[in-house]
């Protein structure tokens, strides 16, 4: 089959771990596994897939040598093994085991088969094995807080019980829709070097490092997710796990197939639209095949278009809240570029009533703004990006991290914790304390609302009543003035 990408080749990523020559797991994958081979995670997966593309893609000279399985693994671990004699005097990567490693099999169109190694962190066999994919136990619903009997309202935690927004391990890695479409192709279906279409995610995300606890999601031209620009993510959608099938453009996983096979979860279409703020996913890392559980990030994302000309309010581009009175905000900017790169970046923050809180010119990099709000009103986060005209730029767009923080969620709790010797739990519930009392506070600004919206109904009903009784009263006393003049006017010709 043709293509348009020339001289690419087809990959995959595999781990070797000593331990998994111990896994029964590993070996039913195939069982003509040797013990070499045992050590490679899923290997005759990975040799499917790389099957499947080289099919597909018409590479005659590759097939014969990936259709012959046992040829393919003992060349791998040949020159797997090779590596490890290169690099024996690297403690982390000798033959005896101290560490696992990512191995890099790369295929090329003549047949020919290059291994790159390199270290990855130590994983438990169980999570390179999940037996199931349920939540972790501090992002499970939590049992209600026991009210003390000694004090009558203090809170008492149980060995199994815990707030609700706090955490017994890792935080949750952020997770990103990435703001353009990606047009599905054989190279998304299958795993190459032409990777271009990742590349270009990360970087809108502003993921520039592998090593950055960050993912961000590929979306269809149809709006379906495809894919995790280095993972397969799994979605809790009517009590199941729902993985985005092959038909939405994502690649063929090794990982996403033995989940499939486990039923740990299920095919199905997840559209952009559904995705919410804070939801919980699970994602397998293709790189060393881990489990992680993130949460989908809030922060928004966007370009804005350089515009040639003087600044103009009628060009800028603005993002609007809601705040209550005496309420702290932080407005928190990401933008890229830099000052005297052809463009200048100004923010307008603003309410609705005429209060203007932070006027910047010339924003690049992170940027930090907080202000109090002075009534019950929205505000606004304006940018304007404006060309300078003493300088020359190929691509006039600067892209926008956007974060806004309003009430409990904009103070900064670990330098409180720090200021005040709070214990965690401590920080947690003043944290709380601080939520519940928005919450009140806003369903009492509600309550007045909707006492103000009733007496204006009630009112409107009254001068509704009465105009009713005026205009009928009118068009009784016009209908008796009428009879009582016809009768006089008849009377006066003679009529009656």
Same mark, same amino acid.
């Given at each position: 089959m043709n293509t348009n990408v020339d001289?690419?080749?087809?990959?995959? +990523?595999? %781990?070797?771990?000593?331990?998994?020559?111990?896994?029964?797991?590993?070996?039913? +994958? @195939?069982?003509?596994?040797?013990? +070499?081979?045992?050590?490679? !995670?899923?290997?005759?997966?990975?040799?499917?897939?790389?099957?499947?593309?080289?099919?597909?893609?018409?590479w005659n000279n590759t097939k014969p040598f990936l259709l012959d399985f046992g040829r393919f693994a003992l060349s791998v671990t040949d020159k797997v093994t090779a590596k490890l004699g290169e690099n024996a005097n690297q403690e982390p990567i000798t033959s005896n085991g101290k560490g696992p490693l990512r191995v890099k099999i790369v295929v090329h169109e003549d047949g020919r088969v290059d291994v790159e190694t390199g270290l990855t962190p130590?994983?438990?066999?169980?999570?390179?094995?999940?037996?199931?994919?349920?939540?972790?136990?501090?992002?499970?619903?939590?049992?209600? =807080?026991?009210?003390?009997?000694?004090?009558?309202?203090?809170?008492?935690?149980?060995?199994?019980?815990?707030?609700?927004?706090?955490?017994?391990?890792?935080p949750p890695w952020p997770i990103y829709v990435d703001t353009q479409r990606t047009v599905p192709s054989a190279f998304t279906k299958y795993k190459t070097s032409e990777r271009s279409m990742y590349n270009s995610a990360r970087s809108r995300a502003d993921i520039t490092d592998l090593g950055v606890e960050k993912e961000v999601l590929l979306v269809s031209?149809?709006?379906?997710?495809?894919?995790?620009?280095?993972?397969?993510? !799994?979605?809790? %959608?009517?009590? #199941?796990?729902?993985?985005?099938?092959?038909?939405?453009? *994502?690649?063929?996983?090794?990982? #996403? %197939?033995?989940?499939l096979e486990k039923d740990l979860c299920v095919e199905g279409v997840v559209r952009v639209e559904e995705l919410e703020d804070g939801e919980d996913i699970w994602l397998l890392a293709r790189l060393t095949s881990l489990l992680l559980f993130i949460s989908l990030g809030t922060s928004l994302k966007f370009d804005i278009q350089a515009h040639p000309g003087h600044e103009s309010a009628s060009k800028e581009r603005c993002i609007r809240n809601f705040v209550a009175k005496d309420q702290l905000v932080v407005v928190t900017a990401t933008v890229s570029g830099s000052r005297g790169d052809g463009m200048v970046l100004n923010m307008h923050i603003k309410d609705a009533v005429g209060n203007d809180f932070h006027k910047p010119r010339d924003v690049a990099g992170e940027n930090r703004y907080a202000f109090t709000s002075h009534s019950d009103s929205a505000f606004d986060v304006c940018f304007e990006n404006v060309l300078d005209n003493?300088?020359?730029?190929?691509?006039?767009?600067?892209?926008?991290?956007? @974060?806004?923080?309003?009430?409990?969620?904009?103070? @900064?709790?670990?330098?409180?914790?720090? *200021?005040?010797?709070?214990?965690?739990?401590?920080?947690?519930?003043?944290?709380?304390?601080?939520?519940?009392?928005?919450?009140? +506070?806003?369903? @009492? !600004?509600?309550?007045?609302?909707?006492?103000? =919206?009733?007496?204006?109904n009630e009112s409107t009903n009254e001068r509704v009543k009465w105009?009713?009784?005026?205009?009928?009263?009118?068009?009784?006393?016009?209908?008796?003035?009428?009879?009582?003049?016809?009768?006089?006017?008849? %009377?006066?010709?003679?009529?009656?």
């Open positions: 001289q690419f080749q087809l990959f995959t +990523s595999i %781990r070797y771990d000593l331990q998994l020559g111990r896994s029964t797991a590993n070996h039913d +994958s @195939d069982p003509q596994l040797n013990n +070499s081979a045992d050590n490679l !995670y899923m290997l005759p997966y990975h040799r499917d897939r790389m099957l499947q593309a080289a099919e597909h893609f018409d130590p994983v438990a066999l169980d999570a390179l094995f999940p037996h199931s994919l349920d939540l972790p136990q501090h992002r499970k619903e939590s049992k209600p =807080l026991k009210v003390s009997p000694l004090t009558g309202g203090g809170l008492t935690l149980g060995s199994h019980d815990f707030i609700p927004t706090s955490q017994d391990g890792a031209n149809t709006g379906e997710i495809m894919e995790g620009s280095m993972t397969t993510p !799994y979605f809790r %959608r009517q009590e #199941r796990w729902v993985t985005p099938p092959l038909a939405s453009g *994502g690649q063929m996983g090794t990982t #996403r %197939r033995w989940a003493h300088a020359q730029t190929h691509t006039p767009i600067r892209h926008v991290e956007l @974060d806004i923080d309003i009430g409990a969620d904009a103070k @900064d709790w670990s330098a409180i914790q720090a *200021g005040e010797k709070l214990k965690p739990v401590e920080t947690e519930l003043r944290r709380i304390e601080e939520l519940v009392e928005e919450i009140v +506070s806003e369903m @009492d !600004y509600l309550k007045g609302r909707e006492t103000k =919206l009733r007496d204006t105009f009713a009784y005026g205009t009928m009263g009118m068009l009784v006393g016009l209908g008796a003035w009428q009879v009582v003049y016809l009768r006089a006017y008849f %009377r006066s010709k003679h009529l009656i």
